[in-house]
């Protein structure tokens, strides 16, 4: 009889690199807030502010779209890889729509959130709780290294407190109370906002540029 033929040796599975995905802002929370949104995506997540050095452009743009246009373009010129930018902003009603596009810059340079919050809220005083409607709006842009983009953008209805009111988040989220849920952003965990922030809404309207 024959001998038996030894058993084969499974082969090792080689599975493809995952294409990378530069997420394109140097605010780390920004940035952990785009990955927990991104993280079922097929892509090998990256984000800018870890590289040594790197930059964006100033935000010149009038619009949210030319802005997250902008920083999407300079990520992607940068590394090679398909990047992702946001530009967003606070709309209060009784401003007439500011600070909108300047929103992360309302009062000028070198503020921190919690000065920028402070000045919103003071030059709100006196105005009463029914006219402190507010909308926070997202643009999200996409550009490959071969230079096709892609925009989507997202917003949320909410009220200006009257002061702070939470520990999450960052930006404006202590003041953007969302009247669904009673509580401020900044009180929402982070799941929790990714369900009903303009960001998250952004995002998953660009999801099929994604994963298509």
Request: glycine share 10%; aromatic share 6%; net charge neutral.
């Amino acid at each position: 009889m024959a001998p038996a033929k030894p058993a084969l040796e499974p082969r090792s599975v080689q599975h493809a690199p995952r294409p990378r995905l530069v997420l394109a802002t140097l605010n780390r929370a920004k940035a952990r807030e785009l990955a927990g949104l991104l993280g079922d995506t097929p892509y090998e997540l990256h984000a800018l502010a870890e590289l040594p050095g790197a930059a964006l452009p100033e935000e010149t743009g009038d619009t949210y779209r030319a802005n997250a246009l902008l920083k999407a373009r300079a990520a992607a010129r940068l590394t090679g890889a398909c990047a992702l930018a946001d530009d967003s902003g606070i709309e209060v009603a009784a401003l007439g729509g500011a600070p909108g596009v300047h929103s992360a810059r309302f009062g000028g340079p070198g503020l921190d959130d919690a000065a920028r919050c402070a000045l919103l809220l003071d030059a709100l005083r006196g105005v009463p709780p029914e006219a402190r409607a507010a909308r926070f709006r997202c643009v999200v842009a996409l550009v490959g290294p071969e230079g096709r983009e892609h925009t989507a953008e997202g917003f949320v209805d909410g009220v200006i407190t009257d002061a702070p009111r939470g520990t999450n988040g960052f930006g404006y989220d202590p003041l953007f109370l969302y009247p669904p849920l009673g509580r401020t952003f900044a009180e929402l965990s982070p799941e929790e906002k990714a369900r009903v922030d303009h960001r998250g809404r952004a995002v998953r309207a660009a999801r099929h540029f994604l994963t298509g």
